[in-house]
Protein backbone atom coordinates (compact mmCIF):
# COMPACT_ATOMS: atom_id res chain seq x y z
CA UNK A 1 0.00 0.00 0.00
CA UNK A 2 1.59 3.07 -1.25
CA UNK A 3 1.53 5.85 1.52
CA UNK A 4 1.15 8.28 -1.99
CA UNK A 5 -2.95 8.23 -3.04
CA UNK A 6 -3.77 9.88 -5.98
CA UNK A 7 -7.35 10.31 -8.00
CA UNK A 8 -8.38 9.90 -10.31
CA UNK A 9 -6.34 7.16 -11.75
CA UNK A 10 -7.63 8.00 -15.33
CA UNK A 11 -8.45 10.79 -17.23
CA UNK A 12 -10.16 11.60 -20.46
CA UNK A 13 -10.43 15.17 -21.20
CA UNK A 14 -11.61 17.86 -24.00
CA UNK A 15 -9.18 20.63 -24.77
CA UNK A 16 -12.12 23.39 -23.42
CA UNK A 17 -12.49 21.52 -20.66
CA UNK A 18 -10.88 22.09 -16.72
CA UNK A 19 -10.41 19.65 -14.35
CA UNK A 20 -8.26 18.99 -11.65
CA UNK A 21 -5.83 15.92 -10.25
CA UNK A 22 -5.47 15.34 -6.91
CA UNK A 23 -2.77 13.84 -4.46
CA UNK A 24 -3.10 12.77 -0.81
CA UNK A 25 0.05 11.77 1.09
CA UNK A 26 0.08 9.91 4.17
CA UNK A 27 3.57 9.50 5.32
CA UNK A 28 3.74 12.80 7.56
CA UNK A 29 6.30 14.46 4.65
CA UNK A 30 7.22 18.18 4.09
CA UNK A 31 7.87 18.70 0.77
CA UNK A 32 5.19 17.03 -2.56
CA UNK A 33 6.29 16.95 -6.37
CA UNK A 34 4.22 16.69 -9.59
CA UNK A 35 6.09 14.78 -12.37
CA UNK A 36 5.15 14.49 -15.82
CA UNK A 37 5.79 11.27 -17.63
CA UNK A 38 5.87 11.04 -21.34
CA UNK A 39 6.25 8.08 -23.45
CA UNK A 40 10.67 7.31 -23.86
CA UNK A 41 11.38 10.88 -22.11
CA UNK A 42 12.69 11.37 -18.78
CA UNK A 43 10.39 12.09 -16.47
CA UNK A 44 10.03 15.98 -16.17
CA UNK A 45 9.81 17.91 -12.67
CA UNK A 46 6.67 20.27 -13.05
CA UNK A 47 6.26 21.49 -9.99
CA UNK A 48 7.76 21.41 -5.73
CA UNK A 49 5.91 22.37 -2.83
CA UNK A 50 7.98 22.51 0.85
CA UNK A 51 5.94 23.18 4.03
CA UNK A 52 3.02 24.55 1.61
CA UNK A 53 5.08 26.78 -0.36
CA UNK A 54 5.92 26.42 -4.11
CA UNK A 55 9.57 26.20 -4.13
CA UNK A 56 10.19 25.29 -7.65
CA UNK A 57 8.18 25.96 -11.57
CA UNK A 58 10.15 24.42 -14.12
CA UNK A 59 8.98 26.69 -17.16
CA UNK A 60 5.29 24.69 -16.90
CA UNK A 61 2.48 26.10 -19.26
CA UNK A 62 0.06 28.48 -17.24
CA UNK A 63 -2.78 25.87 -18.28
CA UNK A 64 -0.98 24.03 -15.40
CA UNK A 65 -2.20 25.36 -11.75
CA UNK A 66 -0.73 23.73 -9.17
CA UNK A 67 -2.44 23.94 -5.62
CA UNK A 68 -0.98 22.97 -1.89
CA UNK A 69 -3.94 24.00 1.07
CA UNK A 70 -1.76 21.57 3.24
CA UNK A 71 1.00 19.47 3.75
CA UNK A 72 -0.59 16.40 2.86
CA UNK A 73 -2.34 17.77 -0.45
CA UNK A 74 -1.88 18.66 -3.87
CA UNK A 75 -3.55 19.52 -6.97
CA UNK A 76 -2.83 20.07 -9.63
CA UNK A 77 -5.47 22.29 -11.87
CA UNK A 78 -6.05 21.53 -15.83
CA UNK A 79 -7.64 23.97 -18.14
CA UNK A 80 -7.38 24.24 -22.07
CA UNK A 81 -4.83 21.38 -22.46
CA UNK A 82 -3.08 20.53 -25.37
CA UNK A 83 -3.19 16.87 -27.05
CA UNK A 84 0.56 16.79 -26.32
CA UNK A 85 -0.32 17.13 -22.71
CA UNK A 86 -1.69 13.57 -22.62
CA UNK A 87 1.28 11.88 -20.36
CA UNK A 88 1.10 10.01 -16.93
CA UNK A 89 1.21 12.63 -14.11
CA UNK A 90 2.75 11.36 -10.92
CA UNK A 91 2.87 12.93 -7.58
CA UNK A 92 5.71 12.10 -5.12
CA UNK A 93 6.48 13.38 -1.49
CA UNK A 94 9.70 13.57 0.70
CA UNK A 95 10.61 14.26 4.01
CA UNK A 96 12.20 17.06 2.99
CA UNK A 97 13.55 18.98 0.09
CA UNK A 98 17.51 18.99 1.11
CA UNK A 99 20.15 15.99 1.38
CA UNK A 100 18.96 12.92 2.70
CA UNK A 101 15.66 13.97 2.97
CA UNK A 102 14.32 14.27 -0.93
CA UNK A 103 13.93 10.60 -0.83
CA UNK A 104 10.85 10.62 -2.89
CA UNK A 105 7.84 8.55 -2.83
CA UNK A 106 5.35 8.06 -5.59
CA UNK A 107 1.95 7.74 -6.18
CA UNK A 108 0.39 5.67 -8.86
CA UNK A 109 -0.33 8.14 -11.59
CA UNK A 110 -3.34 9.53 -13.37
CA UNK A 111 -3.07 8.61 -16.60
CA UNK A 112 -4.50 11.50 -18.91
CA UNK A 113 -5.66 11.77 -22.09
CA UNK A 114 -6.31 14.91 -23.67
CA UNK A 115 -8.79 14.60 -27.13
CA UNK B 1 22.07 22.27 -17.16
CA UNK B 2 22.29 19.11 -14.93
CA UNK B 3 21.36 15.91 -17.19
CA UNK B 4 21.31 12.14 -16.66
CA UNK B 5 22.45 9.58 -19.05
CA UNK B 6 21.11 5.91 -19.21
CA UNK B 7 22.82 4.49 -21.81
CA UNK B 8 20.09 1.59 -22.71
CA UNK B 9 16.82 2.08 -23.32
CA UNK B 10 16.10 -1.61 -23.44
CA UNK B 11 17.67 -4.73 -21.98
CA UNK B 12 16.96 -8.11 -22.84
CA UNK B 13 18.52 -10.69 -20.28
CA UNK B 14 17.97 -14.49 -20.14
CA UNK B 15 17.11 -15.42 -15.54
CA UNK B 16 20.41 -15.87 -14.12
CA UNK B 17 22.35 -13.61 -16.50
CA UNK B 18 24.09 -10.91 -14.56
CA UNK B 19 22.90 -7.60 -14.81
CA UNK B 20 24.36 -3.93 -14.87
CA UNK B 21 22.75 -0.93 -15.89
CA UNK B 22 24.54 2.39 -16.69
CA UNK B 23 23.70 5.78 -15.46
CA UNK B 24 26.13 8.98 -15.81
CA UNK B 25 25.43 12.43 -14.82
CA UNK B 26 26.49 15.52 -15.90
CA UNK B 27 26.34 17.81 -12.73
CA UNK B 28 30.20 18.23 -10.77
CA UNK B 29 28.95 18.98 -7.32
CA UNK B 30 28.12 16.69 -4.38
CA UNK B 31 24.99 14.49 -5.28
CA UNK B 32 22.47 12.71 -3.94
CA UNK B 33 21.99 9.38 -6.53
CA UNK B 34 19.24 7.24 -6.46
CA UNK B 35 17.75 4.13 -8.20
CA UNK B 36 13.86 3.80 -9.25
CA UNK B 37 12.08 0.58 -10.01
CA UNK B 38 8.54 0.71 -11.85
CA UNK B 39 7.13 -3.14 -12.18
CA UNK B 40 3.82 -3.11 -15.16
CA UNK B 41 1.13 -1.70 -13.59
CA UNK B 42 3.09 -0.65 -10.40
CA UNK B 43 4.14 2.66 -9.07
CA UNK B 44 7.67 3.89 -9.03
CA UNK B 45 9.39 2.55 -5.97
CA UNK B 46 13.13 2.96 -4.29
CA UNK B 47 15.57 0.27 -5.14
CA UNK B 48 18.52 2.25 -3.17
CA UNK B 49 19.84 5.57 -3.15
CA UNK B 50 23.73 7.05 -2.23
CA UNK B 51 24.12 10.41 0.02
CA UNK B 52 27.71 9.62 1.29
CA UNK B 53 29.87 7.11 2.76
CA UNK B 54 30.58 4.05 1.40
CA UNK B 55 30.38 4.21 -2.60
CA UNK B 56 28.91 0.55 -3.33
CA UNK B 57 25.20 1.35 -2.02
CA UNK B 58 22.98 -2.12 -1.36
CA UNK B 59 18.95 -2.15 -2.07
CA UNK B 60 16.27 -4.21 -1.88
CA UNK B 61 15.96 -7.61 -3.72
CA UNK B 62 19.65 -8.11 -4.25
CA UNK B 63 20.00 -5.24 -6.22
CA UNK B 64 23.55 -2.61 -5.47
CA UNK B 65 24.76 0.30 -7.14
CA UNK B 66 28.72 2.18 -7.41
CA UNK B 67 28.93 5.20 -7.34
CA UNK B 68 31.84 6.63 -8.66
CA UNK B 69 32.94 9.96 -8.36
CA UNK B 70 35.72 10.32 -11.01
CA UNK B 71 33.17 9.04 -13.72
CA UNK B 72 30.31 10.66 -12.62
CA UNK B 73 28.60 7.48 -12.42
CA UNK B 74 26.33 5.38 -10.69
CA UNK B 75 25.53 1.50 -12.38
CA UNK B 76 23.05 -0.65 -11.11
CA UNK B 77 23.98 -4.22 -10.83
CA UNK B 78 22.57 -7.45 -9.48
CA UNK B 79 24.37 -10.44 -10.30
CA UNK B 80 21.67 -12.84 -11.32
CA UNK B 81 18.38 -11.85 -12.50
CA UNK B 82 15.07 -13.14 -11.75
CA UNK B 83 11.83 -13.01 -14.27
CA UNK B 84 9.65 -10.94 -11.62
CA UNK B 85 12.80 -8.27 -12.02
CA UNK B 86 11.35 -7.28 -15.41
CA UNK B 87 10.81 -3.85 -14.73
CA UNK B 88 11.60 -0.27 -16.06
CA UNK B 89 14.27 0.88 -13.90
CA UNK B 90 15.13 4.83 -13.63
CA UNK B 91 18.32 7.18 -12.53
CA UNK B 92 17.85 10.08 -10.75
CA UNK B 93 20.38 12.48 -9.23
CA UNK B 94 19.67 15.81 -7.38
CA UNK B 95 22.50 18.34 -6.11
CA UNK B 96 23.11 18.55 -1.97
CA UNK B 97 20.61 20.92 -1.29
CA UNK B 98 18.60 21.79 -4.35
CA UNK B 99 14.75 20.64 -5.16
CA UNK B 100 15.71 19.58 -8.57
CA UNK B 101 15.26 16.08 -9.13
CA UNK B 102 16.69 15.09 -12.39
CA UNK B 103 15.44 11.48 -13.94
CA UNK B 104 17.06 9.47 -16.76
CA UNK B 105 14.78 8.60 -19.59
CA UNK B 106 14.66 4.59 -18.03
CA UNK B 107 16.13 1.45 -19.10
CA UNK B 108 13.61 -1.20 -19.52
CA UNK B 109 14.69 -4.35 -18.51
CA UNK B 110 13.19 -7.78 -20.08
CA UNK B 111 13.97 -11.32 -17.94
CA UNK B 112 13.24 -14.01 -20.45
CA UNK B 113 12.16 -17.46 -18.08
Redesign the interface.
Known amino acids: E?G?TQTPRHLVMGMTNKKSLKCEQHLGHN?M?WYKQSA????E?MF?Y?LEER??N?SVPSRFSPECPNSSHLFLHLHTLQPEDSALY?C?SSPG????Y????????TRLTVL | AQSVSQHNHHVILSEAASLELGCNYSYGGTVNLFWYVQYPGQHLQLLLKYFSGDPLVKGIKGFEAEFIKSKFSFNLRKPSVQWSDTAEYFCAVNRYNNNDMRFGAGTRLTVKP
Open positions: TVAYKKPLLVSVENLATSGPNEQFFGPG
